[in-house]
């Protein structure tokens, strides 16, 4: 399935593909126990296997057996993910422009000098290029 036949991620879906993409592989009792670390209301099992088994069906994981266990691997890369994520952004909020994207990154965070540092150095290695 190409990138653009995937349909987009819903919170919750994105919550789960962020565990897979840490994780490499993993298990469903995995991402569960991610998922429930910080909640009050605990997702219980099934509802992550049906996440899980939706997301397959969507085509961004795929599963291999091994005994019982399922294991489940992105089948899309994070970065490539994050890209068009943003890019839908800038086209839907921003009109298109890189600018105002970075304008509004920057008007309305706390950016450390450090981090300054490394856009800087980002900037560099683009201008290079």
């Known amino acids: 399935m190409e990138k653009k036949d995937l349909p987009k991620l819903s919170e919750a879906n994105f919550e789960v593909m962020k565990i897979v993409w840490e994780k490499g592989e993993t298990t469903v009792?995995?991402?569960?126990?991610?998922?429930?670390?910080?909640?009050t209301n605990k997702?219980?099992?099934t509802s992550v296997q049906v996440m899980l088994t939706r997301l397959e069906k969507y085509g961004w994981v795929t599963h291999r057996k091994e005994n019982r266990m399922y294991y489940y691997k992105a089948l899309r890369e994070e970065q490539s993910t994050?890209?068009?994520?943003?890019?839908?952004?800038k086209k839907r909020v921003f009109r298109g422009s890189s600018r105002e994207l970075v304008?509004?990154?920057?008007e309305e965070s706390?950016?450390?000098?450090?981090?300054?540092?490394?856009?800087?150095d980002l900037l560099e290695k683009k201008e290079k290029d």
């Open 43 to 45: 997702l219980k099992r």
């Open 82 to 89: 994050l890209r068009d994520i943003v890019e839908d952004v």
């Open 29 to 39: 009792v995995e991402v569960m126990d991610e998922l429930n670390a910080n909640r």
């Open 103 to 106: 304008k509004c990154l920057f």
């Open 110 to 120: 706390d950016i450390t000098s450090e981090e300054l540092d490394r856009i800087s």
